[in-house]
């Protein structure tokens, strides 16, 4: 057996990944811990985001690290409330189960952008969603061609003027070996 899947997301240190076996229904979370000299001390699990009922297939932090987006192969993808008090055992609430509109395949990768914008990846199309409305903004259907597929993605770290109006951008690289620029929904 392999890890499938591992994130690391700053400021929060936040490590997670999925547990063994690779069909976990399940994501774990560790808090990265340092010593006043920077040395590493230890990962401890903080606590699982559980209640998928098929494999998880990507999970992305905000950018705040107050929220969390899974996806499974049940249909749905969910938003969690991870802002919370885990060292008193308290767990992370799931806001929104929304299930997928277009059941064609599940989303597969995730990057969550600002104003709670989330790029999901479903077969070669990418799907913008509403992390806080728990909805469906737009699809880019096939945006690096027909059947290549979008290898990876990640939004800019800092808004970018287009026509003179300030939007998020998210980057793609593809199979098409081309790297291509998207404006966010807004």
């Not at 990944?17 to 040395?39: N, R, W």
């Not at 230890?42 to 699982?48: I, L, N, Y």
């Not at 209640?51 to 999970?59: K, P």
């Not at 990876?152 to 998020?168: F, H, L, R, S």
Request: glycine residues 8%; contains cysteine.
């Amino acid at each position: 057996m392999f890890l499938t899947h591992i994130r690391i997301h700053l400021p929060h240190p936040f490590v997670t990944h999925t547990p063994f076996p690779a069909t976990s229904t399940l994501y774990q979370v560790h808090e990265v811990k340092m010593d006043k000299s920077g040395a590493f001390t230890g990962a401890p699990k903080v606590f699982d985001l559980k209640g998928h009922t098929s494999q998880v297939t990507a999970i992305d932090f905000s950018p705040d690290t107050t929220r969390a987006v899974t996806c499974s192969k049940d249909g749905t993808w969910r938003v969690w409330k991870i802002d919370v008090r885990y060292t008193l055992n308290e767990d992370p609430k799931c806001l929104h189960t929304v299930p997928l509109t277009n059941k064609k395949a599940p989303f597969t990768k995730l990057a969550y952008g600002p104003g709670n914008v989330v790029a999901a990846l479903q077969g070669v199309d990418i799907v913008f969603l509403d992390a806080a409305a728990g909805k469906v903004l737009e699809t880019i259907t096939a945006p690096h061609g027909a059947g290549a597929a979008v290898t990876c993605m990640q939004w800019a770290g800092e808004a970018m003027t287009v026509a003179g109006k300030q939007y998020a951008v998210l980057a793609t690289g593809g199979a098409d070996r081309r790297v291509r620029m998207w404006r966010g929904p807004g």
